[in-house]
């Protein structure tokens, strides 16, 4: 029974998070649209796209902004002024919008593929299909987030945050794990998964690349 009850204590905070309406959130993501497209599709390779991403992982990362313990400057005039349930309602909206494929360096595939399904084994690396998924489509609940897609800049960007030891606090462990993840990754290492990523369609699971 203790244990029983130390486990709901636990869950309660999960439990009582508010539950998005994508509805509502259409008319609150307006001022979003500047950064990261109408439909969460952004065009410029800095700002990640935003489409079709689990609501819950969304949702998550955004309240750490708003909180502080996420450093994204460039957010913070857009997210202060947000409640729960605004962020819920956002993040739910953005998550049935269809995600635009992206295309990989054909130059860097091999070694971006071997990285993303088998890791390193000689440094340690391990495969990122393990948490987001053969096609890098992440795990619903488990802040596992889709990274199909994704612009391989963005990418890269954070795999080097990652390594350089930047995380959202101790008690965010996808941070965390990222922090270990990363670590070892090599520049080219992190140029060519980040590549491979954003030529990840759902559908298949080699990355397209470009011609």
């Not at 309660?12 to 998005?20: D, E, K, N, Q, R």
């Not at 995600?99 to 071997?114: I, M, T």
Request: net charge negative.
């Amino acid at each position: 029974m203790a244990r029983f009850l130390v486990l709901i204590l636990a869950l309660m905070p999960m439990l009582a998070l508010a539950v998005g309406d994508p509805e509502a959130g259409e008319q609150k993501a307006a001022s979003c649209a500047a950064c990261h497209g109408a439909d969460g599709n952004s065009v410029v390779a800095a700002w990640p796209k935003i489409a079709g991403q689990h609501a819950d992982y969304a949702a998550r990362q955004t309240r750490l902004v708003r909180d502080g313990r996420r450093d994204v400057p460039e957010m913070i005039p857009f997210v202060m002024n947000l409640s729960d349930q605004d962020i819920a309602d956002i993040a739910a909206f953005y998550e049935q919008q269809a995600l635009e494929p992206g295309v990989a360096d054909e130059d860097l595939v091999a070694l971006g593929r071997k990285i993303y399904h088998d890791g390193n084994r000689e440094t340690g690396v391990p495969a990122c299909a393990a948490c987001h998924g053969p096609a890098g489509e992440g795990i619903v609940g488990a802040h596992y987030p889709v990274v199909r897609a994704q612009h391989a800049d963005y990418s890269a960007d954070r795999l080097r945050r990652y390594r350089a030891g930047e995380h959202n606090g101790d008690d965010d462990m996808y941070s965390l794990i990222m922090v270990g993840v990363s670590a070892r990754l090599t520049d080219e290492e992190i140029e060519a998964v980040s590549s491979y990523m954003e030529g990840l369609h759902a559908a298949r699971f080699p990355a397209a690349g470009r011609n």
